[in-house]
């Protein structure tokens, strides 16, 4: 029998050598061996989250052995889910993967979810136009090569779009896993940069007794009001979920611009679930419900005061003629007319059959993604983008019986997906079918001290629409959609059909020089279809201000990763260094569109238009992390990070005609170095629960190594901003958490910067201004405050 803590561990590996015998231990924590000799043996004991263990003993017929195993504290052992066959220790895997706590995310201030985890988490950066979205980015590559999921649920919502963020409640989140390179043997096409998984959080239950937490965040820079109410109850075998998140904000402000018109925001999210386990396995069934109005930032501004202004005409509007906004709408918490609503509803089932040595796995979800854009002010209540977005996901694994100590799994997964387009007046995609299927085989064995795993997949995409007509309302003179057949009409995007084939597999391995120093070593191909922007957009999006014309005749995109990565977990210090190069065949990337004299071509007045271009891109770079935490000074911490990436563009052609200005890729993030000093009180302080304060600095370089053919990026200086944060537990007298709170600092010294990954930087249409700046700036200082109240 294994206990720890004098409490039975099931499904804990035992080897009993030099027999090579391998078994787990059953829920009571009980193994067997069979036809065994008596005599002298050594038993190896080893799982999720415990110490691995070597004990002699002395076997005799019908003898019984109890084994005292202990939990193991180093994050080494942390179990992630996220990128493997099956529940693995992070020492195992050798693909990298970071994971961020609730913990960490709450000490931190974030406008929204993926704020959190760029913070926390090196490698990690995101493309964004104001505090409300954030489209993440994995070591230089965003949109759809970097998958994400809710719950291990495929995230579908037109995650093209630069406008939009991630449809996820941020207070909901337990816990986010990130998976830094190609996760296509998992996940198949749109995994090629690698996986951010979103874990909703699971609560201590107790038999028929109702928990929860009431959650309230405000934001001084931008007047951000947030409550999320959570409850759980269990009852026997079955546990219940539910929580409601209400969120809303006026314009952010910044020292240069003042307050920013069009950033303002209104939130509302729904989620339930429920679970039962058995001894058969378990099932969850779960709904979410996300609601979204966001203002849509163009940017225009008076030219001699830099004061924004407002469209309020469509036929005959002047970008650089309209009325300047009252300061007393600034700070309003109403949504203007122009402005985005997005709706996304999630419906999805996972379960697992257990069986003696083996488990069947299912996840099957439906998705629904409505997106509105609405951008004449004539008529306010006609969308210019409205898109419906209807997704069925399925992945089904089955983790068979392990064979001569393998670990392996077979599995099939993929997607059936419609895009329609309602009442509307631009059209920058067509309505599209999309059904993707893919099978995988994933193994992994243990050899000693070194872990290898690995597999293969194949897949296939197929993407069609039919022809699609567009033609002008005689009443409105808008554009609208139209049958074939009318007198007036114009063929937007003739017919397509076509299916893309993808093969993809990982190869790496763990040598695990000692329980706390460990080299992994990987080499994964990755592979992604063309998305739908990418090969059929010929429209304007309203809500990016962009023209996008895509290319019918894009091959899918291929990469080969090598990552190489040494960890230590020290007395006095965490260690980590992890290297990477990344080769990408078919790139697809986005570039401003300019005539023959060099000028940017206009095809909607006030817009800018993108043309996506493909060739073969390297990426290349390193993060470097030292956590100090002295033994002997339990309540300091010094935490760095450091984060690298170069991207460099391949094609052949434009380097030789252009040289620098076409040499790197765009959207890649520069140097940064993060530093946290953190003090945290190792036991009460009256009735002070583990009170703590924090000061960081993040420090961003010079960018430098842009994408500057057709101005379509800029050089961005770099910049460093101070943040600050005090929190603490607060308990009763009888020991119970009553309130945990969080009072936080961003930008202390209120500097005045852009991110070079600010969508917002880039929108100006002066060449020259009074005060020498161009574009918008990012948000100023921001104090915080959180609490939670648990009961």
Not at 97 to 109: C, F, G, P, Y
Not at 322 to 333: A, E, G, M, T, V
Not at 472 to 497: C, I
Not at 647 to 664: D, F, P, R, S, V
């Amino acid at each position: 029998m294994i206990k720890s803590k004098n409490i039975p561990v099931s499904n804990i590996t035992i080897q009993l050598s030099p027999t090579g015998k391998i078994t787990k231990t059953n829920e009571a924590g009980i193994f067997e061996f069979n036809d065994v000799n008596t005599g002298l043996y050594q038993i190896t004991s080893s799982g999720l989250g415990y110490k691995s263990s070597r004990s002699r003993i002395d076997l005799k017929s019908d003898s019984t052995v109890v084994i005292e195993i202990a939990e193991s504290a180093s994050t080494l052992n942390d179990v992630v889910v996220t990128g493997v066959n099956r529940a693995t220790e992070l020492r195992k895997s050798p693909v990298p993967i970071a994971v961020l706590t609730k913990r960490s995310m709450d000490q931190n201030v974030n406008t929204n979810l993926i704020e959190a985890i760029v913070k926390g988490i090196p490698g990690v950066s995101a493309v964004t136009t104001g505090p409300n979205v954030s489209k993440p980015f994995i070591r230089g590559l965003g949109y759809n090569r970097v998958l994400t999921l809710y719950d291990g649920l495929r995230q579908e919502g037109q995650q093209w779009g630069d406008e939009h963020g991630i449809e996820v409640d941020e207070y909901g989140i337990g816990r986010a896993e990130v998976v830094k390179g190609p996760a296509s043997l998992t996940y198949g096409s749109d995994a090629l940069a690698g996986v951010i998984n979103m874990i909703p959080a699971n609560a201590d239950l107790r038999d028929n007794v109702l928990s929860g937490d009431l959650t309230t965040n405000y934001q001084s820079n931008n007047g951000m009001v947030g409550s999320s109410l959570g409850l759980n109850y269990a009852q026997n075998d079955w546990k219940y979920t539910f929580r409601a998140t209400g969120k809303a904000a006026h314009n952010y402000y910044n020292k240069v611009d003042g307050y920013v018109y069009g950033t303002a925001f209104r939130e509302f999210n729904l989620s339930a679930s429920a679970r039962v386990d058995k001894k058969w396995g378990y099932s969850k069934t779960a709904i979410t419900y996300y609601d979204n109005l966001m203002e849509i930032p163009d940017g225009s501004r008076d030219s001699l005061t830099r004061k924004f202004t407002r469209q309020i005409l469509d036929d005959g509007d002047d970008i650089k003629n309209r009325p300047i906004i009252p300061d007393n709408q600034l700070k309003s918490y109403s949504i203007n007319p122009l402005h985005q609503h997005i709706q996304h509803f999630r419906f999805y089932n996972s379960s697992q059959l257990k069986f003696a040595n083996s488990d069947l796995n299912f996840l099957i979800g439906g998705q629904q993604s409505v997106r509105r854009e609405y951008n004449h002010p004539t008529v306010p209540s006609q969308a210019g983008l409205n898109v419906v977005l209807n997704t069925l996901n399925y992945d089904v694994k089955y983790n068979l019986p392990d064979f001569g100590a393998i670990e392996s799994t077979i599995g099939i997964n993929g997607m059936l997906q419609g895009n329609r387009s309602k009442d509307a007046t631009d059209f920058p995609i067509p309505d599209y079918d999309l059904f993707d299927i893919g099978a995988f085989y994933f193994a992994k064995k243990s050899f000693g001290k070194v872990d290898v795993s690995g597999g293969v997949r194949l897949d296939r995409r197929s993407i069609s629409w039919n022809n699609f007509y567009v033609g002008t309302n005689s009443q409105t003179g808008f554009g609208e959609k139209v049958e074939a057949n009318r007198p007036v009409s114009e063929l937007q995007f003739p017919s397509f059909k076509r299916n893309y084939y993808g093969l993809s597999g990982s190869l790496g391995l763990t040598y695990n020089i000692s329980e706390k120093l460990l080299v992994k070593a990987n080499i994964a191909r990755g592979y992604r279809a063309p998305n739908i922007t990418e090969i059929g957009s010929n429209g304007l999006d309203p809500g990016a201000h962009i023209v996008y014309l895509g290319n019918r005749t894009f091959k899918p995109e291929f990469n080969l990763q090598q990552d190489l990565g040494i960890i230590a977990y020290l007395k006095d210090a965490d260690l980590s260094l992890e290297v990477f190069n990344n080769d990408i065949q078919n790139y697809i990337y986005q570039s401003r569109l300019t005539d023959e004299n060099g000028n940017p071509v206009v095809i909607v007045p006030g817009n800018l238009t993108y043309q996506y271009q493909q060739s073969r891109a390297r990426l290349y770079g390193a993060e470097f992390s030292v956590n100090v935490h002295p033994a002997n000074l339990k309540w300091l911490s010094f935490n760095n990070s450091f984060a690298y990436v170069v991207g460099l563009n391949k094609n052949k052609e434009l380097l030789n005609q252009y040289g620098n200005e076409a040499k790197y890729l765009p959207f890649i993030p520069p140097m940064q170095i993060r530093s946290e000093i953190k003090l945290t009180a190792t036991n009460e302080q009256g009735f002070l629960n583990k009170p703590y304060f924090k000061i960081d600095a993040a420090i961003f370089a010079n960018q430098n190594k842009f994408y500057a053919l057709d101005d379509t990026e800029s050089f961005t200086k770099g910049y460093t901003l101070i943040n600050a944060g005090i929190g603490s537990g607060i308990k009763s007298k009888s020991n119970k958490t009553i309130l945990d709170i969080f009072v936080q600092c961003d930008n202390i010294f209120n500097t005045a910067y852009q991110s070079h990954l600010n969508r917002l930087k880039y929108f100006e249409y002066y060449n020259n201004s009074p005060n020498g700046r161009s574009g918008i700036y990012n948000m100023g200082r921001n104090f915080s405050f959180k609490a939670i109240i648990p009961f």
